[in-house]
């Protein structure tokens, strides 16, 4: 099955909620992804923010700001999907 996903929402620790087509919420901490070589000018908290959003049914950072599904830096859903924790809605926390 392939895990889509709709929406997400990074936070102000280089956190990002994940929203699965299937109700499930999920919590992504990119803190040692953004110390690796391609992703890490996703260290600037403004870009990390502001640029990340839901390209190719999964999480991506959109770093042209044209929405090109193919200019952008994205994750595998399936792997988000198996290794982030699933978490409860952050508004309800």
């Known amino acids: 099955m392939f895990h889509k996903v709709l929406q997400v929402v990074p ?3 280089y956190k990002v909620y994940i ?3 299937d109700g499930k919420i ?3 901490d990119a803190s040692e992804l ?9 260290q600037n908290l403004d870009l990390f923010k502001n640029s990340c959003t839901v390209l190719n ?4 950072w959109d770093l042209s700001g044209n929405f090109d599904p193919y200019d952008c830096l994205n994750l595998d859903p399936e792997e988000l999907y198996n290794t982030c924790p699933e978490v409860k809605e952050p508004i309800a926390i």
Do not use: G
């Open 57 to 60: 049914d999964t999480l991506a």
């Open 11 to 13: 936070t102000n620790d």
């Open 19 to 21: 929203y699965f087509a």
């Open 26 to 28: 999920k919590l992504f």
């Open 34 to 42: 953004i110390k690796k070589e391609v992703f890490v000018q996703l």
